[in-house]
């Protein structure tokens, strides 16, 4: 008869086997860990990135509609009203460009931070500003203002004799106010129902709307009619 061996079955671990076990344990939850934290920054990250994004769209609208070739800052400096985050202008005119035009760049922005954050977004637009002349134009200014001899029936002042100066006294002696003539021109566009010009009874409106004239336009505007003869 052959005898049997019954194997009988271990309960428990050694202490080698718990170590070992607890060991593996540390490790994974270590891992685990390390992971949770890298993962908590990202959306801090993300953020910073969103906020660097908006101030740079923001500044670099800016600086195209200025009405005239932005200019370099020279280095980092605070974003003004943010002063966590600094900026950095840099204007170029790239060799392509040919030949070359006062009124034509290429503008990049650089933002920085929040401090002592040093990660930066960029952001690049081309600048080119469209004279005044041609500006009036395309806004339809001249559908009732003329530059030269003006036709009888005309709706709105002829800007060769506009006489701005002369205008901007008499809406500040008959309103109280003191506007200056740049003050003036920029009434003329953002508010044309603030003052009626003597002899032209008609309001002045827009197409498709002055009032929304960006302020790198209108700054080029009142550029070509300063120089007017």
């Not at 990250?45 to 908006?54: L, M, N």
């Amino acid at each position: 008869m052959t005898q049997k061996r019954i194997h009988t079955a271990r309960k428990g671990l050694t202490f080698v086997e718990l170590a070992f076990a607890m060991g593996l344990l540390l490790f994974a939850a270590g891992g685990v860990l390390s992971i949770i934290i890298a993962g908590a920054g990202y959306p801090v990250k993300a953020q910073q990135g969103t906020q660097r994004q908006t101030l740079c769209k923001q500044l670099i609208d800016q600086q195209l509609n200025l009405g005239s070739v932005p200019a370099n800052t020279g280095g980092f400096i605070p974003v003004p009203g943010s002063p966590d985050f600094n900026f950095k202008v840099t204007v170029t005119s790239p060799a392509s460009w040919a030949p070359a035009d006062p009124q034509q760049a290429m503008v990049q922005v650089d933002v920085q931070g929040p401090t002592p954050n040093v990660s930066s977004t960029t952001m690049r637009a081309g600048y080119a500003q469209i004279p005044g002349s041609v500006l009036l134009a395309q806004y339809g200014c001249l559908a009732c203002h003329v530059v030269g001899a003006s036709p009888v029936g005309a709706l709105g002042p002829n800007f060769t004799s506009a006489s701005f100066q002369a205008n901007t006294a008499a809406e500040n002696a008959a309103l109280g106010t003191s506007l200056n003539v740049t003050d003036y021109l920029d009434q003329s566009v953002r508010k044309p129902q603030a003052w009626d010009v003597p002899g032209f009874p008609v309001r002045m409106t827009g197409y498709p709307s002055i009032m929304d004239m960006p302020q790198g336009d209108l700054n080029a505007i009142k550029a070509y009619l300063y120089g007017l003869p």
